[in-house]
């Protein structure tokens, strides 16, 4: 069985701790793995049974092994459900994971599961529904349902929770379609949070509504009743309360929101002088940039380019310009450097834009409560109002955040932003300070944290 681990994972002793795991199921090591596991530890094998304690969970593994182990190829990747790695299982028919519940360094709960539910969705690749949500487009309880997902924060088995019926849509294949499944959904009232969604498969029948059927839906249906649907438009129900963040904030946040300040300054003065001011840390051919006609700023304009325009910073004359300023960068290496070079390298991002040069623009993410608010294309919809983002907050997956190596050379810079044509993502940069004084950056691929595109093409 060949094991990969998904390349930018975030860092934590809960990652340690599974891609352990993991390595451990994968050798296989029984001898470490009941190192890792608690004595009282249970597995629930989706929809069909629960089993309980060290001895009966490690002989399952066993079993699985010399049935299926060589057949399956192992990942340890992020789960958006569950806001921390979970342990894939994938072969030419059968697509798996395992979710673990980890408490005082030891897995004390292991769920077996697919992957996804449905082609469209309902994985646990997606961030979870809130509250609120269920409650408008599942308003029926049922019975509870056995050996299903336990609550994420408690731990509560399924058969503990409230579990309720309704029908929630996707988007289907096929431009502007939107297909509505009958699901089940466990809350678990004590943690106030969703536990599972899935499709009830003891029901066949789909609804499925093309962007015709849709819009002539909607123009059945008053301004008042279409007010009650997310997007104004017939399908899914708005949320009936919204799972907000508190403010919070970190030193890091605090120098980011003083540099966007000094930055819109910069572009309505057309001055680069306090920006420079401001980054105290750096300095360009070994010395400070401290004249306006050493940097200059390039305020975005549709008398550049009809098609669209940034605004950056540069040095230099026309014809004779160059914008990539990290390149003749010197500092010393320190957290601050780190984050003041950062800032200076994503600075275009809250600048002026002009047309198409609109699909760079960013949302820091500087105080967790600005998640609420966040609004997206050009009819100010809230694409984060039915979901539940406190597991990000809890992995310490929203504020900046600078990771120095131990010898001080590398610096890991970890910053979450919100983009219309790409969702809630967690930067990555890393910066690597040479011994002449210079740096040198290497932009790695984001972690997706919620994928979103709003639609609108430039």
Not at 24 to 53: N, Q, T
Not at 54 to 75: M, N, S
Request: aromatic share 10%; glycine share 6%; hydrophobic share 35%.
């Amino acid at each position: 069985m060949k094991l990969t681990i998904q390349h930018d994972l975030p860092q934590s002793s809960l990652t340690d701790l599974i891609v352990s795991f993991a390595k451990h199921f994968v050798e296989p090591d029984f001898v470490a793995l009941r190192d890792i596991v608690s004595k009282d530890v249970s597995i629930v094998l989706y929809e069909k049974e629960s089993r309980y304690g060290i001895e009966a969970v490690l002989e399952y593994f066993e079993d699985w092994q010399i049935r299926v182990g060589d057949t399956f190829d192992c990942e340890v990747r992020w789960s958006a459900q569950f806001s921390q790695p979970e342990i894939y299982f994938t072969s030419d028919k059968i697509n798996q994971a395992y979710i673990l519940d980890i408490q005082d360094s030891k897995i004390r709960r292991i769920l077996l599961t697919p992957r996804s539910f449905s082609k469209i969705g309902f994985s646990i690749d997606e961030i979870p529904y809130n509250v609120g949500f269920i409650e408008a487009n599942a308003p029926k309880e049922i019975e509870p349902i056995a050996n299903h997902y336990f609550c994420p924060i408690c731990g509560k088995n399924s058969e503990q929770l409230e579990w309720r019926t309704g029908i929630i849509f996707k988007d289907g294949p096929g431009w502007g379609k939107k297909t509505g499944l009958m699901i089940n959904a466990s809350i678990c009232r004590e943690c106030n949070t969703v536990c599972e969604v899935s499709p009830d498969r003891s029901v066949k029948h789909i609804l499925s509504m093309t962007l015709e059927q849709q819009r002539k839906a909607d123009e059945g249906m008053t301004a008042e009743e279409l007010s009650h649907y997310v997007g104004n438009t017939m399908g899914n129900k708005k949320t009936l309360s919204v799972t907000t963040l508190d403010s919070h904030t970190n030193e890091l946040s605090k120098i980011g929101m003083s540099f966007h300040s000094v930055l819109n300054k910069a572009v309505k003065d057309h001055s680069s002088k306090d920006v420079f001011r401001f980054l105290d840390k750096l300095s360009f051919n070994n010395k400070l940039p401290n004249k306006d006609s050493e940097i200059k700023l390039h305020v975005a304009s549709h008398d550049v380019n009809s098609m669209g325009d940034e605004s950056y910073f540069y040095i230099g004359d026309e014809p004779n310009i160059d914008n990539e300023l990290h390149k003749k960068l010197y500092a010393d290496p320190s957290v601050d450097a780190a984050w003041q070079i950062y800032l200076l390298f994503t600075s275009s991002t809250v600048m002026p834009v002009f047309w198409h040069g609109g699909y760079i623009v960013r949302d820091y993410i500087f105080d967790e409560a600005t998640i609420n608010s966040i609004e997206a294309g050009f009819d100010g919809e809230k694409p984060l109002e039915c979901f539940d983002l406190r597991g990000l907050s809890k992995a310490n997956l929203l504020l900046p955040e600078v990771l120095m190596s131990a010898d001080g050379r590398t610096a890991d810079v970890y910053c979450t932003y919100w983009n219309d044509w790409g969702g809630l993502m967690r930067d990555h940069v890393q910066i690597l300070f040479l011994k002449n004084g210079k740096v040198r950056l290497t932009q790695i691929e984001p972690l997706i944290l919620f994928e979103y595109d709003c639609g609108i093409l430039f």
